[in-house]
């Protein structure tokens, strides 16, 4: 998608802080972190939001959260806990329509969340 910022970044023509990538996945610190562990995890292919993952992308789902995994253990969340939030359309302010999943920890998180 020529206009998605996140394709840019898998792309490398926006820079990122990079922790993870595998063949179809990468991982990258929020430039605008909402914990002291705020990193992004999204799919290298271009996926609208929830709303727009097909049956053949199961697996590639599945892969986001084995790589969630690795990043908790990598970051030293994996023992005190942390949030996995995708927002999804206008009322939960999805920002940026390319699929994502934050990973949130390091601090106590509210819930509900606002
Ligand atoms: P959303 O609100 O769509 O769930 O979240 C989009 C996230 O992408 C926000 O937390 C925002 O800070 C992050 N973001 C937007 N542009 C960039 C960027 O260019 N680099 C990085 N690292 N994060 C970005
Ligand atoms: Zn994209």
Redo the contacts with the bound molecule.
């Keep these: 998608m020529v206009d998605c910022?996140f394709c840019k970044?898998v792309n490398k023509s926006?820079p990122?802080n990079l922790i993870f990538e595998d063949d179809e996945i990468i991982a990258?610190?929020?430039?605008?972190p909402q914990a002291p562990v705020h990193v992004?995890i999204i799919p290298r292919k271009h996926i609208d939001s929830t709303m727009d993952i097909s049956k053949t992308d199961e697996s590639l789902i599945g892969r986001i959260h084995t790589a969630a995994q690795k990043i908790a253990i990598n970051e030293s969340v994996d023992k005190t806990g942390f949030r996995i939030v995708s927002?999804n359309g206008p009322d939960a302010?999805?920002?940026?329509a390319h699929l994502?999943f934050?990973l949130l920890g390091k601090r106590k998180l509210n819930w509900p969340p606002g």
């Design positions: 910022i970044i926006i990122v990258f610190r929020d430039i605008n992004l927002n302010g999805q920002a940026v994502h934050h």
